[in-house]
């Protein structure tokens, strides 16, 4: 009998160990399944990220790059097509591709609020200075550099090398009406103007410029001269702030644009337009960043 006991003992401790071991067994093979479904998650967010920012930067075709102290911006104007119709068209297809129950596609402004896609600003800013490079609108006839009044000290310079790709300059001999030298006591902006045709180029031989009033060229292109043209606009008159630094209005013709903000610490960043945040809200997962 007491033989019997100790049988019966022993095969319930087996069995016990038994179900211990099988829990075991399962839990390892839950945490290997949510394991592997929070890396593919990951990939599946990083991967939607990467195709969402690379739309946006291709079709707006700005290209951003950092060189020490200086902001690089390689553009083209006007936009190679309606960007606001696109940007609009776009924003549905986010909603019908990727925007399903378990993936959201948001886009935010600095502070994390949600922005509409035909709500981005069609603006890059350099921080901490908060000097912005971009565009009246998505239209891209215009391109500026704009920079807070206090913060015109952050800047050594801006260059500029306009390319007109289709024309060629009808003259040599241009001349700022009116050129606005720097005055004692007053900020001053060294600017470095550079503009191109098919086979001529005219640099500005001034480069010293008050940033309190308004400085202006107008450069003419091809046989019908007043309609086809390259205006750069140095200062702002007034009490705009932020203020403009840089301005080139283009009518009637392309150009291929090159433009260096010198800044006088390389301790900065460069941000595109808006944040992007793609997240699977059921496993909390998201990465956001700004579009680059």
Request: with cysteine; glycine share 6%.
């Amino acid at each position: 009998m007491r033989n019997g006991f100790l049988f019966t003992l022993t095969t319930m401790l087996v069995f016990v160990g038994l179900l211990f071991m099988l829990n075991d067994v399962a839990s390892y093979g839950q945490s290997l399944r949510s394991s592997a479904t929070s890396s593919l998650s990951a990939y599946v967010i990083t991967q939607a990220w990467r195709d969402v920012s690379s739309d946006i930067t291709l079709v707006v075709g700005v290209n951003v790059s950092k060189d020490g102290t200086t902001a690089d911006f390689m553009d083209s104007l006007p936009a190679a097509t309606d960007l606001s119709t696109f940007i609009e068209g776009y924003g549905k297809f986010i909603e019908s591709y990727y925007s399903k129950p378990s993936l959201q596609v948001v886009f935010l402004d600095s502070v994390d609020n949600q922005l509409s896609l035909s709500s981005i600003s069609p603006l890059l800013s350099i921080i901490p200075f908060n000097i912005q490079y971009g565009y009246p609108d998505f239209g891209k006839n215009e391109l500026q550099v704009l920079s807070p009044v206090g913060n015109l000290s952050a800047l050594s310079g801006v260059s500029v090398d306009i390319h007109v790709t289709d024309e060629e300059m009808n003259e040599s001999n241009f001349q700022w009406t009116p050129y606005q030298e720097c005055q004692q006591n007053k900020p001053c902006l060294n600017v470095n103007v550079t503009v191109r045709g098919n086979s001529s180029s005219w640099s500005s031989p001034q480069q010293q410029f008050d940033a309190t009033r308004q400085s202006q060229i107008t450069i003419h292109f091809g046989n019908d001269s007043s309609n086809h043209w390259v205006k750069v606009l140095v200062g702002e008159s007034g009490n705009s702030d932020p203020q403009n630094v840089l301005d080139v209005k283009l009518n009637n013709v392309r150009a291929a644009t090159d433009t260096k903000v010198l800044l006088n610490s390389p301790d900065f960043l460069i941000n595109y337009l808006s944040k992007l945040r793609v997240s699977e809200p059921q496993l909390f997962t998201n990465k956001t960043d700004w579009l680059q």
